[in-house]
């Protein structure tokens, strides 16, 4: 019952409007004080929260993605994909899902994926006759790519919490990542034919496709870069995030793309985007010590236990509160909550922990586009200058999708492990 409550307890604190590392910090205090032991618990985890060589990866990641969307990579991906595929039955859907993909393969970031992507392929879609409730739900729902699709800042933070390889999970996202664009590609060919007057694009020329093409080969080089050097071993994923921001840099400076003041942008964004992301940690770091010392997550593990030792049954109510959380909580603030009450009992039922972060981290993807927290309905709101409901009702089908993928990673694992583990 314990846990439970300090569950709710913590939802209604931050339903308040207190800052979510605030909320983190103010409850773990409480929650320390009321056990009585010394307030000088609390400045360890503090600092222990981001004494972490692994997360450096997340301001460059985050510094990456920056320069990349103020350098107006995603309008030459999307024009280059969309040379190719445009003219097909629902070709600009197409051309935006695999811009998506692509741009979050570099960035790792949703919410920077669907604004980039969304800025270009909104006003297209819209022009060429798609309908506005589609056009928007798939540019949200492609936007969630970003934490799924390595490098993912989420992945990261999962693998530091659950001591896990950052190259095996990174990995471990490309199999479901590389699902969910085939099965948003599928039913945006059906919409597109079926459901909406969608003018297809004029078929470009052979030189057209060239021009453009070259243009973005560079950005997505640097996504095969940085994969290829964490698999084959030749630097870390904190190094490859390095790699990846100073090679973003010189892309853009290259192309001329990217001006000193939005430089000098990108590195304010980023730079309040970690702060807020590291507060979160430190706050989920007092938070995660004080739950410990109440021993919510073995009465957890317990819990389920009694339920039954049933890696289904326990999946199956990790959905369901992940899925319920999702509708409350932003999804780091998710990860670094619920991800130390269920590790035990991940590794007690013999799950891979590797599976279980990808599955999890697709679990926060659906979170990011449900009402009332979702914020890539807000981003994609923002853009369009729409109302939320009209977001809302086009993102549906692709979260029905999204649960499609999960049960078929319970069914059959492989689809994860088997590019860090079955190569």
């Not at 309905?377 to 999708?401: D, E, H, S």
Request: charged letters at 10%.
């Amino acid at each position: 019952m314990i846990p439970v409550l300090i569950i709710l307890g913590l939802i209604a604190l931050l339903l308040t409007g207190l800052p979510v590392a605030f909320g983190l910090v103010t409850f773990g205090t409480l929650l320390i004080v009321a056990k009585g032991l010394p307030l000088a618990l609390i400045p360890s985890n503090l600092f222990g929260g981001v004494n972490d060589f692994v997360l450096l990866a997340v301001p460059l990641f985050l510094l990456m993605s920056n320069i990349l969307l103020r350098g107006g990579v995603g309008r030459d991906l999307f024009v280059a994909v969309q040379s190719w595929v445009g003219h097909l039955p629902g070709g600009l859907g197409i051309a935006a899902l695999l811009s998506c993909g692509i741009f979050a393969a570099i960035s790792g970031s949703s919410v920077t994926t669907a604004a980039t992507v969304g800025t270009v392929a909104i006003p297209e879609m819209t022009k060429r006759g798609y309908g506005k409730s589609f056009t928007l739900g798939l540019l949200a729902a492609g936007g969630t790519l970003g934490i799924l699709i390595p490098p993912s800042v989420p992945l990261i933070v999962y693998g530091v919490i659950a001591e896990q390889s950052i190259g095996k999970l990174f990995l471990a996202g490309i199999g479901p990542g590389l699902a969910l664009i085939l099965l948003f590609g599928i039913y945006a060919v059906v919409a597109a034919s079926f459901g909406t007057r969608a003018v297809r694009s004029e078929k470009a020329s052979w030189t057209e496709r060239f021009s453009a093409s070259r243009r973005a080969m560079p950005s997505a080089l640097l996504a095969a870069i940085m994969l290829g050097g964490i698999y084959s071993g030749a630097f870390t994923p904190t190094e490859a995030s390095g790699i990846g921001a100073s090679v973003a840099l010189l892309i853009t400076v290259m192309q001329r793309s990217l001006s000193w003041r939005d430089f000098l942008a990108a590195v304010r964004d980023s730079v309040m985007t970690t702060s807020v992301i590291f507060l979160i940690v430190i706050g989920a770091k007092v938070f995660g010590r004080a739950i410990t010392l109440y021993q919510i997550p073995a009465q957890v593990a317990h819990m389920f236990e009694i339920a039954g030792d049933n890696r289904w049954v326990f999946l199956l109510i990790v959905s369901t509160i992940l899925l319920f959380v999702g509708l409350f909580l932003e999804s780091m603030s998710m990860l670094l909550i619920m991800v130390p009450v269920f590790l035990p009992t991940v590794l007690g039922l013999g799950i891979d922990p590797v599976w279980f972060g990808v599955y999890f981290v697709l679990l926060i993807e659906i979170a990011l586009i449900t009402p009332p927290v979702g914020l890539n309905l807000f981003v994609i709101q923002a853009i369009a200058g729409t109302g939320l409901g009209t977001v809302i009702r086009g993102v549906t089908p692709f979260v029905l999708l999204m649960l499609l993928i999960a049960v078929v990673m319970c069914v059959v694992p492989g689809l994860a492990l088997f590019i860090p583990y079955g190569l």
